[in-house]
């Protein structure tokens, strides 16, 4: 694809009679149209010039307009065309309508079109965003794209090389391999255009049952600490500029505590807890994202139920935001809420309340002004910017105020290089995204993360060509590795692959039930046909753990019991034959019942009593 620059060269002739450089003067580009290099246009002055000058030129609309980030759906082909969405992402706006209508000029992606269309569509919006009044270009941001997981918190990696979760990085405990994903991840963003990353999760899983525990480096404040500052440094590098990938840490001050595990993305649950009076354990990996610098941070949804002077969510609560973040720790980086704290979602025949927990009787327009007056700069899935303008004309909120959220996001945009060239090489992108070299990185990280949790009488790895019975394996991968037979009976080994269970949560909002809420253990039939098998031929166990499993019966049982956090079957049976070893640690405990999932204090962790596998366990193969 083709892009046109407004580039204007200011030398004149007689700087080559006189036999000046032309280099004297820079190129530029003129986004605001006026015919002449403004401050803001201007690449050789600093950043704080840059801002200041852009600033003192936007209207207010404009200035609210940058302070939401939304959603939006994509066409297949990376075209703009207005058309009607469909599947999950059917009721996201479209990015054109957010840009001409709203003024905004961040945007967050989900389920994505192939490389090619990715990185058309994104050099579309940028074309569009420089034709506005000031030629604002736009900032892209995307939820993980390179992990296993599908569901709301993650895409699963198509074209992308595709890696462990953060639990499989934690699991290795090595902070050089994760700052080396996180490079390439970087070099795989920056090819299609993400220039922010609405992760690393720093948050710990001290509450086994939370759904999102696959996305931390587990409940050890230490261990995920070490895990952060490596993953934000791939990212951004020592110092954010043109070659980096803002990091949206998240979510401070910590989300793990979640009562029973429920998640506050419903009304369902709406406070999170400390029975251990644990709060300041949450910090601590947070404080290694501030020591790398990271470009912004994402408060959750719940309340920290009595920890502050009022039970208000995160967003909403100025000792979190204010006190805490901005004056403790001298944070001066953007904060951006999680998406939905302010307008519900209508979703068809659903209607997904915000999350304003604790100030559900506000109306929008109190909603807004609450956050900003917290110290948050910009309100994540949402785009409803005419309430920021109705505040300041209101006299409500100061322009001044304004003027501080814009500056930080301003800040950002200059840093990255956005300003001077916002566009991608769409051939080149299609050369670097999924990358042999990037691929192969991915798939041995996956055996490395596998942790071998039992191995009775040395079973694995084992050797030769056995016949093999599998089950929730593709049976022409298995091939590859034994002789597949179609019973346990006529099996020397049975190799089976699990995954940590869960129940979903009686509503009507189909979003909530997707979330893997609820119990650890398997149940009726299903855990009597594990058992089963179990029972009928000597069988080797592989669980996928996103969150603790409780498994006794099944560990007692199987003959070798393995691990993974986002593995493939080739990953998984290269480790059973010992074509690769397995290196992890467990990044959390395994509870060895139900009742001492139930009586362990959700912001505590490994705090369950007599675990079946204790955090930091795993077996290796003898030499």
Same mark, same amino acid.
């Given at each position: 694809?083709k892009v046109s620059f407004?580039y204007t060269?200011l030398a004149?002739p007689?700087?080559a009679?006189?036999?000046?450089?032309?280099?004297?003067?820079p190129?530029?580009?003129? %986004?605001?149209?006026n015919?002449?290099?403004?401050v803001?246009e201007?690449t050789?002055?600093?950043?704080a010039?840059?801002?200041?000058?852009l600033?003192s030129?936007?209207?207010?609309?404009?200035?609210?307009?940058?302070?939401?980030?939304? @959603?939006?759906?994509?066409?297949d082909?990376?075209s703009l065309?207005?058309?009607?969405g469909? @599947?999950m992402?059917?009721?996201a706006?479209t990015?054109?309508?957010l840009?001409?209508?709203?003024?905004m000029?961040?945007?967050n992606i989900?389920?994505?079109?192939?490389t090619?269309?990715l990185?058309?569509w994104?050099?579309?919006i940028q074309?569009?965003?420089?034709?506005?009044r000031?030629?604002?270009?736009i900032?892209?941001?995307s939820?993980?794209? /390179?992990?296993?997981?599908?569901?709301?918190f993650?895409m699963?990696?198509e074209t992308f090389s595709?890696?462990p979760e953060q639990?499989g990085?934690?699991?290795?405990?090595?902070?050089?391999?994760?700052r080396?994903f996180?490079?390439i991840?970087?070099q795989?963003?920056l090819?299609?255009g993400?220039?922010?990353?609405? #992760?690393p999760m720093?948050?710990?899983a001290?509450e086994?049952?939370?759904?999102?525990?696959s996305?931390?480096?587990g409940?050890?404040a230490?261990?995920?600490?070490?895990?952060?500052?490596?993953y934000v440094l791939g990212?951004?590098?020592?110092t954010?500029?043109?070659n980096g990938?803002?990091c949206m840490?998240?979510?401070?001050?910590?989300?793990?505590p979640?009562?029973?595990?429920?998640d506050p993305?419903?009304?369902?649950q709406?406070?999170q807890?400390?029975p251990g009076?644990n709060?300041?354990? /949450?910090?601590?990996?947070?404080?290694?994202?501030?020591?790398a610098k990271?470009a912004?941070i994402?408060?959750?949804? @719940?309340?920290p139920?009595?920890?502050t002077s009022?039970?208000?969510?995160?967003?909403?609560?100025?000792?979190?935001?204010?006190?805490l %973040?901005?004056?403790k720790?001298?944070?001066?980086g953007?904060v951006?809420?999680?998406?939905?704290?302010?307008?519900?979602?209508?979703?068809?025949?659903?209607?997904?309340?915000?999350?304003a927990?604790g100030? +559900?009787?506000?109306?929008?327009k +109190?909603?807004v002004?609450?956050?900003?007056?917290?110290?948050?700069d910009q309100?994540g899935g949402?785009?409803v910017?005419e309430?920021v303008?109705?505040?300041?004309?209101?006299?409500q909120?100061?322009?001044k105020?304004?003027d501080e959220s814009?500056r930080?996001l301003?800040?950002?945009?200059?840093? !990255?290089?956005?300003?001077d060239?916002p566009?991608?090489?769409?051939?080149?992108?299609?050369q670097?995204?999924?990358k042999?070299?990037?691929?192969k990185?991915?798939?041995v990280?996956?055996?490395?993360a596998?942790? %071998?949790l039992?191995n009775?009488?040395?079973?694995?790895?084992?050797s030769?060509?056995k016949?093999?019975?599998v089950?929730?394996?593709?049976k022409?991968?298995?091939a590859?590795y034994g002789?597949v037979?179609?019973?346990?009976e006529?099996?020397e !080994?049975a190799i089976?692959r !699990?995954k940590t269970?869960?129940v979903?949560v009686?509503t009507?909002n189909f979003m909530?039930k997707m979330f /893997? #809420?609820?119990d650890?253990?398997?149940?009726?039939?299903e855990k009597e046909?594990?058992?089963?098998?179990?029972?009928?031929?000597?069988t080797i166990v592989d669980i996928?753990?996103?969150?603790p499993?409780?498994?006794?019966?099944?560990s007692?049982?199987?003959?070798?019991?393995?691990?993974n956090?986002?593995?493939s079957?080739a990953?998984?049976?290269?480790v059973i034959?010992?074509k690769?070893?397995?290196? @992890?640690k467990?990044p959390?405990?395994?509870?060895?019942?139900m009742?001492?999932v139930r009586?362990?204090?959700?912001?505590?962790?490994?705090?369950?009593k007599?675990p079946l596998y204790?955090?930091?366990?795993?077996?290796?193969y003898?030499k």
């Amino acid at each position: 694809m083709k892009v046109s620059f407004r580039y204007t060269l200011l030398a004149i002739p007689l700087a080559a009679v006189l036999g000046l450089s032309f280099a004297t003067r820079p190129t530029y580009r003129d %986004l605001n149209k006026n015919g002449k290099m403004d401050v803001y246009e201007d690449t050789s002055k600093p950043v704080a010039a840059r801002v200041n000058d852009l600033l003192s030129q936007m209207t207010l609309e404009e200035k609210a307009g940058m302070m939401f980030i939304n @959603g939006v759906r994509l066409n297949d082909d990376g075209s703009l065309e207005e058309r009607p969405g469909t @599947g999950m992402f059917a009721f996201a706006p479209t990015a054109p309508s957010l840009i001409r209508d709203k003024k905004m000029n961040h945007l967050n992606i989900w389920a994505a079109p192939g490389t090619k269309a990715l990185a058309t569509w994104y050099n579309n919006i940028q074309k569009m965003a420089e034709e506005s009044r000031l030629g604002i270009p736009i900032t892209l941001a995307s939820d993980p794209r /390179h992990y296993f997981s599908n569901n709301i918190f993650a895409m699963s990696a198509e074209t992308f090389s595709q890696w462990p979760e953060q639990l499989g990085f934690a699991a290795i405990g090595d902070e050089a391999l994760t700052r080396k994903f996180a490079d390439i991840a970087r070099q795989e963003y920056l090819a299609v255009g993400i220039r922010e990353a609405l #992760h690393p999760m720093a948050d710990l899983a001290t509450e086994p049952r939370w759904p999102r525990v696959s996305g931390t480096f587990g409940e050890d404040a230490n261990l995920s600490a070490k895990m952060i500052k490596a993953y934000v440094l791939g990212f951004q590098g020592a110092t954010l500029d043109k070659n980096g990938v803002a990091c949206m840490t998240k979510h401070f001050s910590g989300g793990g505590p979640q009562k029973e595990g429920l998640d506050p993305h419903f009304e369902f649950q709406k406070g999170q807890v400390y029975p251990g009076n644990n709060f300041n354990y /949450h910090l601590i990996p947070f404080e290694a994202a501030f020591a790398a610098k990271t470009a912004a941070i994402m408060p959750y949804y @719940g309340v920290p139920t009595d920890q502050t002077s009022e039970n208000v969510a995160f967003s909403f609560n100025k000792d979190i935001i204010t006190k805490l %973040l901005r004056e403790k720790y001298k944070y001066d980086g953007v904060v951006c809420t999680d998406w939905g704290l302010i307008t519900d979602a209508k979703m068809g025949n659903v209607v997904w309340p915000a999350r304003a927990w604790g100030v +559900e009787n506000l109306s929008e327009k +109190e909603r807004v002004l609450k956050v900003i007056n917290a110290g948050v700069d910009q309100f994540g899935g949402e785009s409803v910017p005419e309430h920021v303008v109705a505040l300041v004309k209101d006299g409500q909120l100061s322009e001044k105020r304004v003027d501080e959220s814009v500056r930080r996001l301003l800040r950002q945009k200059f840093e !990255l290089g956005l300003f001077d060239n916002p566009y991608v090489d769409v051939d080149k992108a299609t050369q670097i995204v999924g990358k042999e070299e990037f691929k192969k990185a991915g798939e041995v990280a996956q055996r490395r993360a596998i942790t %071998l949790l039992k191995n009775d009488a040395k079973t694995l790895p084992l050797s030769g060509k056995k016949k093999i019975f599998v089950q929730n394996i593709d049976k022409a991968v298995a091939a590859q590795y034994g002789e597949v037979v179609d019973t346990p009976e006529a099996a020397e !080994l049975a190799i089976i692959r !699990l995954k940590t269970p869960w129940v979903p949560v009686e509503t009507e909002n189909f979003m909530a039930k997707m979330f /893997h #809420h609820g119990d650890l253990d398997f149940k009726g039939k299903e855990k009597e046909d594990i058992l089963k098998l179990l029972n009928t031929v000597p069988t080797i166990v592989d669980i996928y753990l996103d969150r603790p499993a409780v498994i006794p019966e099944i560990s007692a049982k199987a003959k070798a019991l393995v691990a993974n956090y986002g593995a493939s079957d080739a990953a998984v049976l290269d480790v059973i034959f010992g074509k690769a070893k397995p290196e @992890g640690k467990l990044p959390f405990e395994l509870p060895s019942s139900m009742e001492a999932v139930r009586n362990q204090k959700e912001d505590v962790p490994y705090d369950s009593k007599d675990p079946l596998y204790k955090f930091g366990f795993g077996l290796s193969y003898s030499k």
